[in-house]
């Protein structure tokens, strides 16, 4: 048999068994062979280098998918964590996870004045967070209170939850997330205790936020109105509204919260986000230049990169 023959064999055999996926039997019963040979020409295709076979590391390929993320959007970092499967139950607490690991060496050091976001995985990171003993943080939310009955709503416990866990001082937002007409907002900011929050906002040095996608439009839609922007809204950071290409959006007036710029200007805003729903909602977070760093799952970084 020509040399050129057998490698043709090789590679038909190759096919029918690493990608169409037969046994070796049924591999030999079509290309009318015997076992014993399909298993020596599958060997000889790897030998001859026909058919590579790569055993991969799943912390390097999550490792390979954060730095292309980072390309693709223009972020500082982001930190892809690797799952079993796709089942969003395992997602959620596998992310949280990951983020505890990265956020609670930057809180060992101390000093820091953490402004933190709300949602249900926020909460959960606060839940789930280790009981440290830190230096000389400081927690507080990044806007006034609603009467949001959900406890992943209310901010100021949220914010006291952290503190409690990282043994941090904790500051609270004194007035509403929105008022009633613009002169009562005004009012509010003459206030002593909104300026010194207001000065924590302009040098918080860390914020934890994460990222809503359009379910959030019909929680605040029932609290605080519909207008016609609703539909332009792709999701939101921190109450801040995007669109799909990561344009903000003023969705509601008289809002007492941390500005976009404030965020902007933070030393690091980190954002921890997952799942199939939020995909479109991710995108134009990151497109806002309101994040530095992503903490996602393995599953959400493939779909943001295709």
């Known amino acids: 048999m020509k040399q050129s023959d057998e490698k043709i064999l090789m590679s038909e055999a190759a096919i029918l068994y690493y990608e169409k996926k037969y046994t070796q039997q049924e591999v030999a019963d079509i290309m009318k062979l015997s076992r014993q040979t399909v298993s020596k020409l ?70 820091l004045n953490i402004a933190i976001s709300w949602g249900r995985t926020i909460e959960e990171l606060i839940n789930t967070m280790p009981d440290i003993n830190t230096s000389s943080n400081t927690v507080f939310p990044l806007f006034g209170a609603t009467d949001n009955e959900n406890s992943y709503f209310s901010s100021n416990e949220l914010a006291r939850g952290l503190a409690d ?11 509403p997330y929105m008022t009633e007409n613009k002169e009562d907002c005004q009012l509010i900011k003459k206030l002593s205790y909104y300026k010194k929050m207001q000065e924590r906002w302009n040098s918080a040095d860390i914020a934890i936020v994460g990222i809503g996608n359009t379910e959030i439009l019909d929680i605040f839609g029932k609290t605080f109105g519909y ?80």
């Open 227 to 306: 207008s016609e922007k609703h539909s332009q809204i792709s999701g939101d950071v921190a109450t801040h509204f995007f669109s799909e290409n990561g344009k903000l959006i003023e969705l509601y007036e008289n809002t007492v919260c941390a500005s976009a710029d404030d965020l902007k200007n933070t030393k690091e805003t980190i954002a921890i986000a997952f799942g199939n729903d939020k995909i479109k909602a991710i995108k134009g977070a990151l497109r806002t230049s309101l994040i530095d760093t992503l903490i996602t799952d393995e599953y959400t970084a493939a779909m943001l990169l295709k």
């Open 42 to 111: 599958l060997n000889d295709a790897i030998r001859e280098n026909l058919v590579e076979i790569r055993i991969h590391d799943p912390k390097k390929d999550c490792e390979e998918m954060g730095r292309q993320i980072c390309e693709a959007f223009g972020i500082r970092k982001c930190v892809v964590c690797s799952v079993s499967n796709k089942n969003e139950a395992l997602r959620r607490p596998m992310t949280v996870r990951a983020a505890i690991e990265y956020i609670l060496p930057i809180l060992e050091k101390g000093n």
């Open 165 to 175: 866990k990282i043994g941090a001082n904790v500051k609270y937002a004194y007035f």
